[in-house]
């Protein structure tokens, strides 16, 4: 159970509830939960580890640049042998990302939760290669809800969660596993490693931290650069029509034989865009 509570939002007393799984958070839980499965059908049936298959390692990039599809695919597997690497991953994608989900829309949501996966396989990438341990894939969600955790910790940050036993503003729960995961990065790299890909963890909660500074600015530099596209798309619309015009007047008092090779050749593509 979570009890989640955000006294800047007003509203008086405790309110502890499971929440509601969200679209697209419901989404990720079927689709991770449906690939665990066929996983572990596969390595019970023919000891076959997609986690090893389709994981992210330096080498894998390195070697064949084809392999960049690999930043997505990890994001979907995990350990065959280690039921809580799925179980741990879920839960927190479940809890935060239905806090998260609201703010952002549920297709934003997935392209931010994607991304912070993304950032998380590039942190591992770079650290692996760092510590010299560029053939060792990393698998699981952990950097996409990481960023997911950090970004909800930044946005509501005075909201209660139950950490173990303990009742928590989320911001220290978000700032004492990122100082977690600093911390067992930089052990790593002396060598003392934990067998957790800590590196992933870090860098989806820098990208979750960057999202919550810079992604209202980047979503209205969006959104302007689509609308000067459409306006140019309009504008172009608009002279096409009006050439259209002219050629089908000069049709009209000089006949169809007095257009030019590039006059008829307009009147050909504009026929068949406009069937199109």
Known sequence: MSTFRDPSHGGGGMHISLPKPTPAVRMLLILNFGIYLVQFVLYLGASVHLSQIFGLSLADVTDNPLNIYRFLSYQFLHSETDLWHILMNMLVLYFFGTMVEPRLGARSFVRFYLLSGVLGGLFWVVFSGIA?????????????????????????????????IVLLPLWVVGAAFGLFALFNTLLALRGRTSGVADAAHLGGMVFGAFWWKFGPQLSQWRAMIESRKRMREREGEMARKRELDRILQKIQERGMNSLSSKERRFLDRYSRDSRK
């Open 132 to 164: 010299g341990a560029g053939a060792v894939p990393v698998v699981g969600a952990s950097g996409a809800v990481y960023g997911v955790l950090a970004y909800a910790a930044l946005t509501q940050p005075n909201a209660k969660v139950f950490f173990l």
